[in-house]
């Protein structure tokens, strides 16, 4: 959940789906945005581009600019003398240097092409796995509706078998297969809750936030 502290288990939550605070396509955009995946590869595209630049710097001629002075005497007495000042400009540039700087440029060109398409896949397979737990929250929420009908069907059957069974016109086995079907559609509407609460559990954990 993006907690730094262990969190305990919250009691009296309502089992019922809710709508998510955000759409889904704003949901996969923050995710996208900052899952550590993704963040990281970013770190290594901008390393590469650095590296580019770096390494095309060397093409350019250096500039070098010194200066400072000197005192001269020639008696023994430190007093008097002269005082120069000197300042020197120099311009060099490296005209060859056995192809080393173009297999520099080369070699980082070629790692910061690698990083764009490592941070594109990230951004996919996050994008992917997002997306796939919204398609499951959603199948659980239609599995709710649909086993939340089952247990009316089997309530109104169960009434019915009953009052049957009390008339004379229906057997205890009769009765007790309507309770059968009753228990199993209270069960799978359980198993739907649980599939629901898990799989929101799992996108409110990518997103690293409540949703």
Not at 61 to 71: A, E, N, T, V
């Amino acid at each position: 959940m993006g907690e730094n502290q262990p969190v305990g288990a919250r009691l009296e939550q309502p089992l019922e789906p809710k709508p998510l605070a955000l759409s889904d396509e704003q949901i996969v955009d923050l995710v996208v945005a900052q899952a550590p995946s993704v963040t990281s590869a970013e770190a290594s595209l901008r390393a590469a581009e650095a590296g580019v630049t770096s390494s095309k710097s060397q093409y350019f001629p250096s500039l070098r600019f010194s200066g400072g002075y000197d005192w001269f005497n020639q008696n023994a007495s430190l007093n008097g003398g002269r005082l120069s000042w000197s300042t020197r400009l120099s311009l060099s540039y490296t005209i060859f240097n056995g192809f080393s700087r173009e297999q520099q440029v080369q070699s980082s060109s070629v790692q910061a092409q690698v990083s764009r398409i490592q941070l594109s896949n990230a951004r996919l397979q996050v994008r992917a796995n997002m997306e796939s737990l919204l398609a499951a929250l959603h199948v659980a929420e239609q599995q709710l509706n649909l086993t939340a009908e089952a247990v009316q069907v089997a309530q109104e059957n169960l009434r019915v078998v009953q009052e049957r069974y009390r008339l004379g016109a229906a057997t205890i086995l009769d009765l007790i297969t309507s309770q059968a079907s009753m228990s199993q559609a209270e069960v799978n509407q359980i198993n739907a809750r649980y599939s629901y609460q898990i799989a929101r559990a799992q996108i409110e954990a990518l997103a690293g936030r409540e949703l």
